[in-house]
């Protein structure tokens, strides 16, 4: 079982940038998809980013060309660099870890506390 931490969030401007840390441990990290997720008040969790063992990465329409997840095994932390933010980009972000379909399909039972981003001016 893999025990996450989400760091990171804060209030920006549109347009503005901030970078999301996943301090991720109790597992073998390197063999674990990681996925970003989001959730806004009234919506459902979805997926933003989501980068498999191999460094393959996939993301959401929304945040393509903007938003950039990479992985640190080393130091078992998930990155999520969010450029060009906007007001839709509002919520609590959060990570997880599994195999790949999971990650994708959103299967866990368990999740941390989040962090929360909020674009406004």
């Known amino acids: 079982q893999v025990q996450l931490v989400e760091s990171g969030g804060g209030l920006v401007q549109p347009g503005g940038s901030l970078r999301l840390s996943c301090a991720a441990s109790g597992s073998i990290f390197s063999r674990n998809a990681m996925g970003w997720y989001r959730q806004a008040p009234g919506k459902q969790r979805d997926l933003v980013a989501a980068?498999?063992?191999?460094?393959?990465?996939r993301y959401a329409d929304s945040v393509k060309g903007r938003f950039t997840i990479s992985r640190d095994n080393a130091k078992n932390t998930v990155y999520l660099q969010m450029n060009s933010l906007k007001p839709e980009d509002t919520a609590v972000y959060y990570c997880?870890?599994?195999?790949?379909?999971?990650?994708?399909?959103?299967?866990?039972?368990?999740w941390g506390q989040g962090t929360q981003v909020t674009v406004s001016s």
């Open positions: 980068i498999a063992s191999s460094g393959m990465a």
């Open positions: 997880n870890a599994g195999p790949l379909a999971a990650v994708l399909d959103i299967k866990f039972r368990s």
